[in-house]
């Protein structure tokens, strides 16, 4: 995501604790940190969480998040602003980045989404630990489920392997079953 | 037009008052001064230009007072020149005061102190104020009784605030015209909007007309034109001083472009149930409009291009509506029933031509409701309702953020109207709020990916520039059009697509681009008269989310837009034409933020 930032990076102060997520993994493991520090969860006023939905502790859920019925928010899990997630879904030690949308009866566990993604219905990304080479180096053994770029369209009932990223702005049809990398502005199909 | 700006209790005012009137600038650049007193006497400077002339000259020329009074003009009695500039000062020099509004009377005030002896050194209608204070201080009234004197003999619209003699007071008061008190630790501030002293308090008590305020080092005192307290609240603006700046951008116009997101996300924040597909407005509950029979959206500017958005999706979901511009309301004189709803359309809510058709409306018994970006504004006071669409402040004179905050709360509004008169919601409602939940993200999507700095590039220097569409594009065009003129200062047209055959065909030559907005609704009408410019041989840059088909291929440019739906894609297709004013206009070096001629609050008629 940094990279599409034009502007250059100088100095941050920082006064308190240091979690330096330089890794996909490390950006899950420090929100779950950060969120354990809390006991309960953080629901924005201006969500609508349907009344059968279970949004566990340790959990944000920001401004204008729409959480169907069904759907189970657990530990570990950030829901930034306007992110919709739909029925039956279940969302473990994820984020979701504004604007997302995730549709029916999807499972992300241990996944990023990125701003403006839409996951369709019946997606499971069932998360664990995967081999993942970032920048032309192995990182072996990491907790990783998937990462899905800036407002990427994942079709209804993919399967997103541990491990495997899909690009920003990519298109991976219904049905697929991912392993490895989907790169930006991509399409791919079953 | 014009802004005022006074402070007290700080050590030094001339800062506080020159930075306040840096923030009020969009309200006028013609010249600016100030006029601060100490021990002595006033000290007053003032120049012709932007504010930075006075900021250069106050360097060269250092004054130092514990409290003042600040002007920024636009001007409308008499020229751009130093003497009419503000404050006004009466032939002692122991009395200072700055407008703003229109005197409507001043003539006859003038000729009366002239035959009693009082020489004026202006052409403004503002110096007939210290001249009459004067007069009353002669006659052994004491300041406060002497400001208010001179105060109950004017007519028209002002707001004033003035130093006089050694009462270590401001004296203000405000009657049509905006006036806000900031309540700091210690220190006072007068100004005409929020802005100018946000950086020091975001403590505001808004003014109502004829209120009357003596503000001192410890303390204000709130009265009514009969001298009788008056208690206003105090309120807490819930502004970041940082919105009120430039922020690292080079103008506030791009700066308020890229702050699109998030003004929509508060605009929409709360109202949307998208699990029912139907709005949830606190201000109106269900039912609230179920005896509407009619919509009037008053407006000027982009508001009312935003009036006419309003009116289009009202139109098609079988609610009549019509939008018209403010100023012609009164003159034109369209039928009013108990069952109309006035809707009026102002972003700061102080736009005369606005406020007069609304007074007009509601003598004719309409029900009337304001909608605008600020708080407490006199729209708000003189509409039996409001609706805020939360945008934030807009510094920038070309307004950008708060047209894509109006029309989105104006669909919501319209959803809502739509279901109390009808019964049911509309056939579009659900996707319409899927789409709405969507819009910050799209917005963002645009203002990441636009290719509009290459259009600009692309077509510099062409002889004119024009912009079609139909349905809810043919506002947008017009805003298109009216964005591009502003501040490139180039020729920029909008017209409904289905106009140009019927003369506006006969300007389209090779070297005038067409901008052809497309929504997703009646785009093969638009594409046949997009193949008519084609055939004169005019370029055409498509707004359009369409990605294989037909558009893309007659186009010359694409701007693409989120694929969304159509009654909302004007939005998008706005933010992409935003962009492409703002580069022309970039490319030509104009004053971006403060393009001649005009001001961003239109408080005069």
């Known amino acids: ?190 | 037009m014009c802004g005022i700006t006074a402070c007290i209790g700080a050590d030094n005012s001339v800062d506080s008052l020159v930075d306040g009137l840096q923030r009020l600038e969009y309200r006028g650049y013609d010249s600016a001064g100030i006029a601060v007193k100490n021990g002595s006497g006033i000290s007053l400077t003032k120049r012709v230009g932007e504010v930075s002339e006075l900021v250069a000259a106050v360097e060269q020329n250092p004054i130092a007072g514990d409290y003042g009074i600040g002007h920024t003009r636009w001007a409308t009695h008499g020229g751009v020149t130093d003497g009419n500039a503000h404050p006004h000062t009466d032939e002692s020099g122991r009395i200072a005061v700055v407008h703003n509004g229109i005197i409507s009377n001043f003539q006859s005030l003038r000729s009366d102190l002239e035959s009693r002896g009082h020489v004026f050194s202006s052409e403004t209608d503002t110096e007939v104020v210290p001249h009459l204070i004067e007069e009353n201080l002669r006659d052994g009234a004491t300041p406060e009784e002497a400001f208010r004197a001179a105060v109950g003999s004017l007519s028209g619209s002002y707001a004033i605030a003035a130093i006089i003699g050694d009462e270590e007071a401001i004296f203000a008061t405000r009657s049509g015209s905006p006036l806000v008190l900031g309540v700091g630790d210690g220190e006072y501030f007068l100004a005409s909007d929020v802005p100018a002293f946000i950086q020091h308090t975001a403590r505001v008590v808004y003014l109502h007309d004829g209120d009357f305020v003596v503000t001192r080092a410890d303390g204000y005192e709130i009265t009514d034109s009969a001298g009788r307290a008056v208690d206003r609240p105090v309120e807490h603006v819930e502004w970041d001083p940082e919105t009120a700046t430039k922020g690292g951008y080079e103008h506030y116009m791009y700066k308020e472009i890229h702050e699109q997101p998030g003004a929509l996300r508060r605009t929409t924040q709360g109202r949307l149930n998208t699990h029912a597909g139907g709005v949830e407005l606190e201000e109106f509950p269900p039912e609230s409009f179920a005896d509407v029979k009619q919509v009037h959206l008053l407006a000027m500017g982009t508001s009312h291009h935003a009036g006419m958005y309003a009116a289009s999706l009202l139109n098609s979901r079988g609610i009549p509506a019509y939008a018209f511009m403010a100023g012609e309301y009164s003159v034109i004189k369209p039928p009013v029933t108990p069952d109309t709803l006035v809707v009026a359309v102002s972003q700061s809510g102080e736009t005369a031509d606005t406020l007069d058709a609304v007074r007009r409306a509601r003598a004719a018994g309409a029900r009337t409701l304001a909608v605008t970006n600020v708080v407490g504004s006199s729209i708000t006071r003189e509409c039996d309702d409001e609706l805020l669409i939360r945008a934030g402040p807009e510094i920038g004179v070309a307004a950008t953020k708060t047209f894509s905050s109006q029309v989105t709360a104006l669909t919501l509004l319209t959803e809502r109207i739509v279901e109390d008169v009808t019964g049911a919601k509309s056939p579009a409602a659900r996707d319409l709020m899927e789409a709405l939940s969507r819009l910050p993200g799209d917005v963002q999507e645009v203002l990441d990916t636009s290719m509009a700095r290459e259009i600009a590039i692309e077509y510099e220097g062409s002889d004119a520039y024009f912009f079609i569409g139909r349905g809810v594009a043919h506002p947008v065009a017009l805003e298109g059009a009216l964005k591009f003129k502003e501040i490139s200062y180039e020729h920029a047209e909008g017209f409904a697509a289905s106009e140009l055959k019927h003369g506006p065909l006969a300007l389209v030559t090779p070297l005038s681009p067409v901008f052809a907005i497309f929504t997703g609704h009646d785009d093969e009408a638009t594409l046949s008269n997009v193949k008519e410019v084609q055939a004169r041989g005019a370029p055409v840059i498509a707004i359009t989310s369409d990605r294989s088909g037909e558009v893309t291929e007659f186009a010359d440019h694409v701007l693409r837009i989120p694929d969304t739906h159509p009654d909302i894609a004007g939005v998008l297709a706005n933010v992409q034409l935003q962009l492409v004013a703002y580069h022309a206009a970039d490319l030509l070096e104009r004053p971006i933020d403060k393009p001649r001629n005009l001001a961003k609050c239109v408080t005069v008629e």
């Open chain 1, 1 to 190: 995501m940094i990279h599409y930032l034009d502007g250059h990076v100088t100095s941050v102060l920082v006064n308190g604790g240091w979690l330096d997520p330089s890794h996909p993994w490390g950006l899950l493991s420090v929100t779950e940190t950060l969120l354990a520090r809390r006991h309960d969860s953080a629901v924005a006023e201006s969500a609508r969480i349907h009344e059968r939905a279970l949004v566990g502790d340790h959990v944000v859920v920001g401004e204008d998040c729409d959480v169907g019925p069904g759907a189970v928010i657990s530990a570990g899990s950030c829901l930034q602003d306007n992110v919709s997630v739909g029925a039956n879904s279940v969302i473990e030690r994820s984020i979701l980045s504004t604007d997302a949308r995730v549709g029916a009866g999807v499972v992300l566990r241990d996944s990023v989404v990125g701003p403006g993604a839409t996951v369709g219905d019946g997606v499971v990304s069932p998360g664990g630990r995967a081999d993942v080479i970032l920048e032309g180096r192995l990182y072996t053994d990491r907790r990783l489920g998937s990462i899905i770029g800036d407002r990427a369209e994942v079709g209804a009932n993919v399967t997103l392997t541990a491990g495997s990223r899909v690009g920003a702005e990519a298109v991976v049809g219904p049905g697929t079953v991912l392993h490895g990398d989907v790169r930006e502005r991509v399409e791919v199909t079953h």
